[in-house]
């Protein structure tokens, strides 16, 4: 931006005077108008803006006082520097040039080179007057963005300046003249003496503050005091305080604080919350010092939310958590949380005990044992509590939360409400052996044990020819457990010996009735454990008794037998096997293939059929070499006269494989999963009605 020439315009009807002052400024660099009287000047001003006016005082018509009035009067010249001629000593008018708006006087006839200096400090002066009314203007701006506004004060405490905003936070400030007394009787008294114990301090060594305060209007501020930069040090330095509303902050830190660590069901504290107590407790533990968590499963919400819905769900957590938080011990260490859904957390370093935790989870379920209600529901819940103790149970909150929650889900399959404590995966294991070992005791007696089968096909025709009983456990508790699971327990504890036999005992009264009922001569396979394997001779009496007493022949019933089983089988046993093969049984070689057992080998064994394992079966989607491997099983039956059956067929094209490589058996869920008595009576009465059962074991 070029700078124009700055343009005087000078008034002055004394020709000479004028032109001697026209000349000596234009020299100086100036562009000079020249006006020979009042109305001219303003004339001319309004043409042509000058930056600066000398006016003199005498002038026909319109004087020089008359005129600076009407120049300041225009927008263009209230800020303008107008300089006053008057003659010398008259002091009154420097009174009245200074009345008229002019910015300073000077008596006619000082020498032109003064003129010209006067008139560029007028010029100097006038700029840096503009740029600091710009900056103020800049200042006020952001200030009132920023709701900051600021207030100087002297030593007493006394306004010098206050700014706007001030004002607007304090009302009573600008009516009362204004003290900073003001200010602190309008805080909530506590902030209100801080203010005044600071300003104190600021009086007595100019110690800056900082503080935050809150208005009893609630409007929360944040104060600023420091020494007036620039002001006196030597006792009559002002102190400026910097005044930000800050209340919209707060309300959004203290909305932000209140969804990131509260419930906005419950309003309880959450997960984070929770955590950020426990681990501030732990920290303020001696060491070795226990403390409790306890974690809290509410049951039957799903029930409620699906018969009754969300809003009912929703009351119903919030009148369970208020009946927990009662029947909890709210000391001072003590936190309940609401970690989401139906699950609730307390830790408390007054529940130092297991026994103490074992007590507050008695203590909620006692209350919780009773209906809850609300508007229009009445519901019944069950509570799981899950326990455990710092520091044995987990090395940090978070685990130690993670634990209890893991342990009062353990809990969620009992039929009443229960308490549980935390056990590591291994003590897990050992517990739930333990439990399934003292169940299964008296588990025959109470009839809990049942059978399934799984039919058997011929591959090429589909024509049911057996079906093999697969042993079932279903405790009252412990829900249906696997026979993988159960067996090896059965085993170890010896109670296999018992359940074997009545497996035998139901496997053959149950294929002797289809016989009857069918006319069917459909083979029942049993699956023999290792154990009862050791004591042959009692084998063979268990199975003649079975025959025996249900009438079934020796031909229907086949023994399933591992490989390992027979690896390690002593000449005792292998007497007892062929023994019961000389009477008709068929033995079975199970899990065919994961045994180690050699082709010398295998053809000396007392066996009729090899059930190859359903591994092999399932490799054959996924890989080819896996079709070349069951080819050699295949080869090796053929080889060896022995009949094949597949397990775990379970996809058309495993069957179509095994079927065109000369396997003539198979089991798999494709074709049928493991049925109850009554479901393969039906089928039994289906396959009757097509004629597919086959009426030999022969291939
Ligand atoms: P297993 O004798 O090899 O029995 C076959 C297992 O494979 C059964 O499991 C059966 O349900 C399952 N299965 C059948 N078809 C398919 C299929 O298409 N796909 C898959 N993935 N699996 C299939 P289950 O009933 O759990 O029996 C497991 C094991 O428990 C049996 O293996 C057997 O070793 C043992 N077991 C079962 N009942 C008795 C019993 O009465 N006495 C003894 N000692 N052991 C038994
Ligand atoms: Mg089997
Ligand atoms: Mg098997």
């Not at 043409?47 to 026909?60: F, G, S, T, W």
């Not at 032109?112 to 700029?127: G, W």
């Not at 685990?399 to 809990?411: D, Q, S, V, Y």
């Not at 996924?622 to 491997?629: F, S």
């Amino acid at each position: 931006m070029t700078k124009r020439t700055p343009r005087v315009l000078v008034a002055d009807d004394d020709a000479v005077a004028l032109l001697v002052a026209q000349t000596a400024l234009e020299s100086a660099g100036f562009e000079v108008l020249g006006a020979d009287n009042g109305s001219a000047a303003i004339t001319l001003f309004a043409e042509h803006n000058p930056e600066c006016v000398i006016l003199d005082v005498m002038m026909p018509g319109m004087n020089g006082f008359e005129a600076c009035r009407a120049i300041r009067a225009t927008s263009a010249g209230a800020n303008v520097p107008i300089l006053i001629m008057t003659s010398r000593d008259d002091v009154d008018a420097v009174a009245r040039a200074y009345e008229s708006g002019a910015t300073d006087f000077t008596s006619k006839g000082i020498s032109s080179r003064l003129m010209i200096e006067r008139v560029r400090f007028l010029l100097r002066e006038h700029q840096s007057r503009q740029a600091l009314v710009v900056s103020e203007g800049r200042l006020r701006m952001v200030q009132e963005m920023a709701q900051v506004g600021h207030w100087e004060v002297d030593n007493a405490g006394h306004t010098l300046h206050v700014s706007r905003v001030v004002c607007s936070l304090l009302p009573a400030l600008e009516s009362a003249g204004g003290h900073l007394a003001l200010l602190a009787s309008a805080l909530r008294s506590r902030d209100g003496r801080r203010l005044l114990e600071a300003f104190r301090a600021w009086q007595e060594s100019r110690t800056p503050f900082r503080l935050e305060a809150e208005l009893r209007t609630g409007a929360n501020l944040h104060i600023q005091g420091t020494t007036t930069p620039g002001a006196d040090a030597a006792g009559t330095a002002t102190l400026t305080l910097a005044v930000q509303d800050i209340s919209k902050l707060r309300r959004a830190q203290q909305r932000a604080y209140r969804l990131a660590n509260f419930d906005s069901l419950t309003g309880l504290p959450n997960r984070a919350q929770f955590l950020d107590t426990l681990a501030g407790e732990l920290g303020s533990l001696k060491p070795g010092e226990p403390l409790g968590v306890l974690v809290f499963r509410l049951r039957g919400l799903e029930r409620l939310q699906q018969s009754l819905g969300q809003a009912a769900c929703d009351a119903a957590l919030v009148n369970t958590s208020r009946l927990i938080l009662d029947a909890t011990v709210h000391d001072g260490g003590a936190a309940f949380a609401h970690l989401g859904g139906g699950e609730f957390a307390y830790c408390s370093s007054g529940c130092n005990s297991p026994a103490l935790a074992a007590s507050v989870a008695r203590n909620v379920a006692r209350v919780l044992a009773a209906p809850v209600t609300g508007q229009g529901w009445t519901a019944n819940f069950l509570i799981s509590t899950g326990i455990v103790m710092w520091p044995s149970d987990g090395e940090n909150a978070e685990t130690l939360l993670e634990n209890a929650r893991t342990t009062a889900a353990r809990g969620m399959s009992t039929a009443e409400s229960c308490h549980e404590f935390f056990a590591s995966d291994d003590q897990q294991r050992a517990l739930r052996l333990l439990d399934l070992e003292s169940a299964m005791h008296g588990a025959l007696e109470r009839g809990e044990l049942s059978l399934a089968y799984q039919p058997r096909f011929r591959l090429a025709n589909r024509g049911l020819r057996g079906a093999e009983a697969l042993l079932r456990w279903n405790h009252p508790v412990l829900g249906s457990v696997s026979p993988m699971e159960f067996i090896p327990i059965a085993e170890d504890s010896g109670l296999i010996m018992a359940i074997g036999s009545w497996v035998l005992q139901e496997a053959c009264r149950q294929a002797a009735a289809w016989h009857a009922r069918f006319g069917s001569h459909l083979t029942i396979s049993v699956n023999v454990s290792a154990y009862q394997l050791r004591v042959p001779r009692t084998l063979v009496e268990d199975v003649l008794a079975a025959l025996r007493s249900t009438g079934l022949p020796a031909s229907a019933l086949e023994l399933e037998l591992t490989e390992t089983m027979m690896i390690n089988a002593t000449s005792e046993t292998l007497a007892a096997l062929h023994e019961l093969r000389s009477l008709g049984i068929s033995i079975a070689l199970d899990d065919f293939g994961t045994g180690y057992s050699s082709l010398g080998y295998l053809r000396r064994l007392p066996v009729d059929c090899l059930k190859i394992d359903q591994s092999f079966v399932s490799d054959l989607s996924a890989d080819e070499g896996a079709e070349r491997v069951l080819q050699a099983i295949l080869g090796i039956a053929g080889a060896l006269r022995l009949r094949t059956v597949a397990e775990g067929i379970e996809t058309p094209a495993q069957l179509e494989f095994l079927n065109k490589h000369g396997c003539l058996e198979g089991q798999g869920f494709l074709l049928a999963r493991p049925l109850a008595n009554h479901a393969l009576e039906e089928l039994l009465a289906e396959s009757e009605a097509i004629g597919a059962t086959g009426s030999s074991n022969a291939a």
